[in-house]
């Protein structure tokens, strides 16, 4: 309704009651003696004009009385008051009786009354039937929310709760909420009922008919949070978490930032913290190449190099649009305070890497080009050959005819007692790198490590795509199980060997304990709000070639060795010549080029060449 007729219709009730009270009093007073009745309607007739001009002169109908606040009903009582003494005065003046002074005085204070109640009983009113409608609209609403239950309840909680409230566009419906501190059981928490401890929400969810878990605890550990899911895949529930705490930008994004479950959370595994210091005065000022300088751990060690002020980063990489991708967000990031070069070049051509390296003058160089798939190179063995073994020996070789103080290869567990072609060439680039550092000055090290989260082959990426397609969800054997680390915790590990390295170790990282694959895959389609074997398959494929049941990340002879941060270990130096493994070198390289030859041949050459040079590698059963 438009303001001028919400006003016209505040003037005819107003002066209604006027008129009503003015001749209810008139009533009841019995003062007809004293006010015959023609006076009696002039009296009437000036008080409701006297009343709605001086109303009027206040501006009390300009206010908006559905936002009314004390101060509009304070000067709505003023202006009743105000208009009752100029009716007193003007009536005085005009008329020819005299009416009674308490007259006046009844009819000013019950009309001040009945204007300021007309109006508080308006805003009553409206109020309450916008609130009704308001419900009846959250009820709708609310049938298509999920019904929620909200784990953990501290100050962030509540903030989430508040925005929950605020946010009518949100799926969430709080229903109930679990904490562990037992003193807040059976208590209310912004009126939601804390019902149990976490343990118990398997039954709760089954009991108020769940849907949705929320996860509100940003203080807690990767650990914690992990027990904390192992409640959370028996509902067959959808899991959201909040983010850890350093995550937050500001106090009032909590809703906005509600993500699913990450691998980390999902595996228990908190990072690995390791000493900036040490790092930075490894790499600060000096001139770092980076060899698969795309790839996922690649580019991840040049994100971490760029944080610590080298004097230059080379990237290398023999795939542009990963050395572009990686490129560009570094230069997004410190634009010109880091001195960035990108080159494009293959391991495999000496020539163009000791140019390169001529050009470049690096100081550390980190190895992480290389081919890491092992069902792929099972099928092209010849290509683990010259990319993973000659790729290694010609960057090593540049790198020591280019003065190069420390040079450090990235490796893999699956290079311990290898079982597949990729696994076997990545243990002779280790023999290659540790034969090196004992003729060499620059000093030559390597880090092995587990599989990488988010990595690019890595497993979980593939289940979940799986599970948006519906299923099956493929695992190559019930049993198998596997170490994982973070990419972070990868490139921080390379970083920390490079400090330490004196020459032929292999570093290897505490990794935690082994992780079953089925048991990962069960708890990504729990998660998904599915139920393994119902809504998503399981499907067992069978042990791909060369692929181990168990991996192992140190070799029986290595040993084993502490350092000064307790999770990292060193693999003793083992006793290779340089001078006896370059002739069988030459020898597999030979097959590797053989054009004359077909696939199976060329598999089993190679595979027994290589056996020669690593007497542990042994096909798997």
């Not at 770092?288 to 290398?316: D, F, H, W």
């Amino acid at each position: 309704m438009k303001s001028r007729y919400r006003a016209f219709i505040l003037m005819l009730s107003d002066t209604a009651i006027v008129v009503f009270l003015f001749s209810f009093i008139y009533a009841i007073c019995h003062i007809d003696e004293a006010l015959p009745i023609q006076i009696f309607f002039k009296s009437l007739l000036l008080a409701a004009v006297v009343y709605l001009l001086v109303m009027i002169l206040f501006g009390i109908y300009k206010s908006l009385w559905r936002y009314a606040q004390p101060k509009e009903y304070f000067m709505c009582n003023i202006a009743s008051f105000a208009a009752g003494f100029v009716f007193f005065g003007i009536s005085r003046l005009i008329l020819p009786e005299i009416i009674p002074f308490y007259f006046y005085l009844l009819v000013m204070s019950t009309i001040s009354i009945a204007f300021v109640t007309v109006r508080l009983l308006y805003r009553v009113f409206r109020d309450y039937y916008i609130n009704q409608s308001r419900m009846l609209k959250q009820d709708k609403r609310n049938i298509l929310k999920k019904r929620t239950i909200i784990v953990g309840c501290g100050a962030e909680t509540r903030n989430l709760l508040d925005e929950i409230t605020k946010d009518g566009s949100s799926d969430i419906l709080p229903i109930i909420a679990v904490d562990d501190d037992i003193s807040k059981i059976g208590k209310y928490f912004q009126n939601i009922k804390v019902a149990g401890v976490c343990g118990d929400i398997p039954r709760l969810c089954e009991e108020y008919e769940i849907e949705m878990i929320v996860i509100a605890m940003p203080s807690a550990t990767n650990s914690q949070r992990s027990v904390i899911l192992e409640y959370c895949v028996e509902t067959g529930c959808e899991v959201k978490i909040m983010p850890h705490s350093y995550d937050f930008t500001t106090d009032t994004d909590y809703l906005s930032k509600l993500r699913e479950i990450t691998t980390d959370e999902l595996l228990g595994r908190d990072p690995q913290v390791i000493a900036d210091n040490e790092i930075y005065s490894f790499v600060s000022g000096k001139t770092v190449m980076v060899t698969g300088g795309g790839g996922s751990i690649g580019s991840e060690l040049c994100r971490q190099i760029a944080k610590y002020n080298p004097k230059k980063l080379v990237i290398v990489d023999i795939y542009e649009n990963n050395a572009y991708d990686i490129e560009q967000e570094l230069k997004r990031k410190y634009s010109d305070s880091l001195n960035l070069e990108t080159v494009i070049a293959s391991v495999r051509e000496y020539d163009r890497i000791n140019r390169i390296m001529e050009e470049q003058k690096p100081v550390i160089v980190f190895h992480a080009a290389a081919h890491k798939h092992v069902p792929l190179m099972e099928n092209s063995p010849q290509e683990a050959v010259k990319n993973n073994i000659f790729g290694t020996l010609n960057v090593a070789r540049a790198a020591e005819a280019n003065g190069v103080k420390k040079f450090i290869m990235i490796s893999t567990d699956k290079a311990v007692n290898p079982t597949n072609i990729m696994g076997a060439s990545k243990r002779i680039c280790e023999m290659i790198i540790q034969s090196m550092s004992k003729r060499s000055k620059t000093v030559f090290a390597a880090v092995r490590f587990g599989n990488v989260l988010g990595s690019n082959g890595s497993v979980i990426p593939l289940f979940k795509k799986q599970i948006e397609e519906g299923g099956p969800v493929t695992i190559t054997h019930p049993d198998i199980i596997r170490y994982f680390m973070t990419i972070p915790e990868a490139a921080q590990l390379v970083l920390t060997a490079g400090a330490m390295a004196a020459g032929g170790e292999i570093f290897v990282l505490d990794m935690g304990k082994p992780v079953k694959i089925l048991d990962l895959a069960k708890k990504l389609i729990f998660l998904a709000g599915l139920v393994p074997d119902k809504d998503i398959k399981i499907e067992y494929i069978g042990l791909r070639p060369g692929e181990k049941l168990f991996e192992e990340l140190l070799l029986d002879e290595e040993g084993i060795r502490t350092t000064d941060n307790n999770k990292i270990f060193v693999g003793n130096p083992s006793d290779i010549s340089y001078e006896k493994l370059i002739p069988m070198l030459d020898k597999i390289k030979e097959i590797a080029y053989k054009t004359d030859i077909d696939s199976k041949a060329m598999l089993h050459e190679i595979e027994t060449e290589m056996m020669k040079i690593v007497p542990n590698f042994r096909r798997a059963v």
